[in-house]
């Protein structure tokens, strides 16, 4: 591996160290005492039949600081600064905890809680602003999805777990590829991380490739709609998706002896069959884990027969070992995936997918410091991922190899007064070869090196954010460029402002502007040649520019023990914005497709609606809608056509609708519900209309929760109607149709 730093990024870099040390050098840091005197707050935690709870999370909201409670269902914080805080305490399966209390200079304040198992639970996010919170304290619109969910209806791949939450559709090649599609953008608009940084795959930039994540492994699925630029990346111009272990966390003290997690899940019309398993354990300051886990599926079935080539299989696991100090922590871990899976043909050609990732992390860091940095957290990241499409009984015709290198520091602001904040830096190097019959591109090298930062300014009333990110990216054509394919660099400069106004108790109005910046990605710039996961003969231009773009978010939410609801609207418009645009003619048995700009704009909303009817009956509703269209007209370079504005951009989900009912009582949940989506007439030239559908689903699930374990018993019965409908994101809907009726069965226990 190489590393190249160009002049402008260590200028970026010498100058943001420069201001760090400079910041945290001061007389005026130095000497001041951001916490002269500070308190401490202590508790219990109990369960309903009065037993205690372990390894509970608690959560100073405003601070973002967690610990866990020990086997006596004690929890404690020392040293918090004086002031009035919300405090939340969060279990598996069980009702979320919600006070709020005054902490005073050199006094212990005590507060207890008590949870009892619950359907609708407290949810704790950290991808929108690096510190954790409640999503109706964040200012992006953010989903979470839990391990207990992620129990009760398993899945086999990340697009199909997130498809029902609003604002989330799926683009697919099949059960074992889909990929997440955040309010209607996708690829390399959308950032699939774990435990904050990029998984390293090729999923963003093929149809065909997906997203190999153990699922049952997760502590949390964790989604930021809308430009999420400032603290992750310029190609979060979309949003993100932060797939969450539980090692993946920093904790504020490691919990003694052992915890972890079993699973199997089976089920019909695909034959699907697998499990898991996974362990921590803790003593002193120490922690060592390590999990593995398989899935397996056959070809499925449709309503009008089995889909050809839709098998999948895939295996994983990983291991680790961590210090966590008072002071000083770190981690280390090392994990492995390796699947396969189908794609069904489109023509003659039955190709599978083959794919296998070794993946090192270590991060360490420092925290409790009194200075202005209160604490910092350093994220190094090695990701060999190499990829074969292998034509049936033959050998692999072409290989893809991505070798990333990634980093990421970031620096936590102590609270002063009414400011917070956080500023860091990041970058990659990656190497990426392509070879064999389909090889795209030429060799590429793309470096890319970025500082940030993110302040919040609270009032009496309201909240405000300000951050700022400047992106350097640049690629490099191996060995040498042709005048076709050039080198290129970009920089950018992305920011943000929001406001949040808590509106009565349990409710909050937030707006964002955000104006954000994106480089062309690797295969916009650089592939030419027949692609058959994306179904086309693609032609990318590497005269491409730099996409900008400025948007509106505006969000109404409220959160009480009966009612649960939020409201998201926004409008984005995208100078320069970067699509794949079929032309109609045919080279190599595939639709010609190139890589064209022009201004858009995308407006839309979604919500979503719990509604408490009676203590064991809720009516769960949900929507989402995404209009999206040319701004300005496109010339073809190819055929000369020009693309009039108002013209719809490819590929965009239609208008959905969610309802369902959640009947519980005690740990038994039984969940009807009918999905419904409009057809979708607003097309690009030559692309296929499909038509609406109506879907009706069932999820049952048993949960036995103690003070030491929680059992999952569920059940997943899908598609009763045996409805014939066609995912509209789908690169192959006219020949692979979606999953027909049929039933999934999984059991997973949590212990701790």
């Known amino acids: ?196 940084i990029a998984t390293g795959t090729l999923s963003s930039q093929s149809a065909d490739h997906g997203e190999s994540l153990d699922l049952l492994n997760l502590e949390r699925l964790e989604v930021v709609k809308g430009p999420a630029t400032l603290l992750w990346g310029s190609n979060a111009l979309g949003g993100v998706v932060n797939a969450i272990t539980a090692h993946g966390q920093i904790h504020e003290h490691v919990h003694e002896g052992p915890s972890g997690y079993l699973s199997a899940v089976g089920g019909s019309t695909n034959g699907q069959f697998g499990g898991g398993g996974g362990f921590e354990y803790g003593i002193g300051k120490w922690m060592l884990w390590g999990d593995g886990a398989g899935n397996r599926t056959g070809n499925y079935d449709s309503p009008i027969g089995e889909v050809a080539n839709s098998h999948s299989r895939v295996a994983n696991g990983s291991a680790g070992f961590g210090r966590y100090g008072d002071k000083a922590f770190f981690n280390l871990s090392y994990g492995y995936e390796n699947a396969r899976y189908g794609v069904p043909p489109v023509g003659d050609e039955v190709v599978d997918l083959a794919l296998r990732r070794h993946n090192l992390r270590f991060n360490g860091g420092l925290r409790n410091l009194s200075s202005f940095v209160n604490g910092f957290r350093l994220t190094l990241d090695y990701s060999d991922y190499h990829h074969e499409e292998i034509p049936e009984d033959e050998p692999p015709e072409t290989l893809f190899d991505n070798d990333v290198f990634a980093y990421r520091g970031v620096f936590q602001q102590r ?18 070869t392509v070879t064999g019959d ?93 692609h058959p996961g994306n179904q086309a003969f693609e032609i990318g231009d590497s005269g491409l520019k730099r996409e900008f773009g400025d948007g509106v978010d505006v969000s109404l939410r409220h959160q009480s023990s009966r009612v649960r ?93 969610r309802v369902g009912l959640d009947f519980n009582y005690k740990g038994l949940s039984v969940r009807p519900e009918v999905v419904l989506a409009r057809d979708q007439k607003a097309t690009f030239v030559n692309e296929t209309r499909t038509a609406g559908y109506g879907v009706v689903n069932l999820n049952a699930s048993y949960t036995i929760a103690g003070q030491h374990a929680v059992h999952v018993i569920s059940l997943v019965a899908f598609n009763l109607g045996d409805q014939l409908y066609r995912n509209h994101l789908s690169f192959i809907k006219e020949v692979a149709p979606e999953i027909g009726r049929g039933v999934r069965l999984g059991y997973t226990v949590r212990f701790f």
């Open 565 to 657: 609801g939020e409201v998201n609207v926004f409008y984005y418009f995208i100078h320069d914005f970067i699509f794949l645009a079929p032309t109609g003619d045919i080279e190599d048995d595939l639709i010609e497709a190139e890589f064209l700009q022009a201004n858009s704009r995308f407006v839309g909303g979604e919500a979503n609606l719990d509604l408490g009817l009676h203590p064991n009956v809720w009516l769960n509703l949900g929507f989402d809608v995404v209009d999206a269209q040319l701004e300005s007209s496109v010339t073809s370079p190819e055929t000369g056509v020009t693309t009039s504005a108002g013209t719809p951009l490819p590929r965009i989900p239609p208008l959905r609708g």
């Open 415 to 432: 609270q002063s007064g009414r400011w917070s904040g956080s500023f860091g830096f990041s970058g990659l190097h990656r190497d990426y």
């Open 438 to 530: 389909e090889a795209l591109t030429p060799p590429v090298t793309q470096d890319n090196i970025a500082v940030f930062t993110l302040q919040e300014i609270g009032f009496e009333g309201f909240r405000l954010q300000l951050g700022g990110r400047i992106d350097h990216t640049r690629y490099d054509v191996v060995p040498t460029p042709d005048p076709v394919r050039v080198n290129r660099s970009f920089t950018g400069f992305s920011g943000a402002a929001g406001i949040h106004i808590p509106l009565w108790t349990g409710a909050a109005f937030v707006a964002n502007y955000t104006h954000s910046y994106r480089a062309p990605a690797l295969e916009e710039l650089y592939n030419f040649g027949p």
């Open 1 to 196: 591996m190489r590393f190249r730093f160009h002049s402008l990024c260590d200028g970026l870099v010498l100058l943001f160290v420069a201001a760090s040390f400079l910041v945290g050098s001061s007389p005026a840091a130095a000497d001041a005492d951001p916490n002269p005197a500070g308190g401490t707050l202590k508790g219990t935690v109990t369960l309903s039949d009065g037993s205690t709870l372990h390894k509970a999370t608690v959560l100073v909201s405003q601070l973002g600081r967690t610990t866990e409670t020990d086997e006596q269902g004690i929890y404690e914080f020392r040293d918090l600064p004086p002031g009035t805080y919300d405090v939340v305490v969060r279990a598996p399966a069980l009702t979320d905890g919600r006070r709020s209390i005054v902490i005073t200079a050199g006094e212990t304040a005590t507060l207890d809680f008590q949870l009892r198992l619950a359907t609708v639970r407290q949810q704790v996010v950290v991808t929108a602003s690096g510190r954790e919170e409640s999503p109706l304290e964040t200012f992006q619109a953010v989903n979470v999805v839990d391990s207990i969910t992620l129990a009760e209806k398993p899945q086999t791949s990340l697009g199909e777990a997130l498809e029902g939450t609003p604002g989330v559709a799926k683009r697919s090649s099949g059960p074992g590829s889909s990929r997440p599609v955040l309010r209607g953008f996708d690829g390399d608009r959308v950032l699939i991380m774990q435990d904050s």
